[in-house]
C-alpha cells in the first residue's frame, strides 16, 4: 500500500504565489511518474503537470510559464510551483503517482486532494 500526502494549498491573491508538495510512503521500488491533476466545481479533473523520473515534463497550456514541476527522487517527494496566479486556477488540486512495486506491477495512486483559492 502506498500513501500520497499533499501540502500548500492556501488562499492568495491574483498575481501571487504557492508551493504546493507531495510526499509518497509505502511498499515503492520506482515511481515512474509524478503529477499534479485539477478539478474546480461541476468541472472534470484534468491534467495539469508531470514529471518523470528521468526529468521530461509535460504542461497543460493555460499554466506553461508560470508553473514549474519538479521532483526530489531520493525522497520520493513531487512539488509545483505556480505562479502569477489567476482566479481560474481556483480548484482542489491532487497528486498522482504510478509506482512499480519491484515484481512486475504498476499501479496509480491519488492523493486525498488539497484546496487553492485565488481570490481578491
Known amino acids: 500500500q502506498v500513501q500520497l500526502v499533499e501540502s500548500g494549498g492556501g488562499l492568495v491573491q491574483p498575481g501571487g504565489s504557492l508551493r504546493l508538495s507531495c510526499a509518497a510512503s509505502?511498499?515503492?521500488?520506482?515511481?515512474?511518474?509524478m503529477g499534479w491533476y485539477r478539478q474546480a466545481p461541476g468541472k472534470e479533473r484534468v491534467l495539469v503537470a508531470t514529471?518523470?523520473?528521468?526529468?521530461?515534463?509535460t504542461y497543460v497550456d493555460s499554466v506553461k510559464g508560470r508553473f514549474t514541476i519538479s521532483r526530489d527522487n531520493a525522497r520520493n517527494t513531487v512539488y509545483l510551483q505556480m505562479n502569477s496566479l489567476k482566479p481560474e486556477d481556483t480548484a482542489v488540486y491532487y497528486c498522482?503517482?504510478?509506482?512499480?512495486?519491484?515484481?512486475?506491477?504498476?499501479?496509480?495512486?491519488w492523493g486525498q486532494g488539497t484546496q487553492v483559492t485565488v481570490s481578491s
Open positions: 498522482n503517482a504510478v509506482i512499480h512495486d519491484g515484481f512486475g506491477n504498476l499501479y496509480n495512486y
Open positions: 509505502g511498499s515503492i521500488f520506482s515511481i515512474n511518474v
Open positions: 514529471r518523470t523520473s528521468g526529468g521530461s515534463t
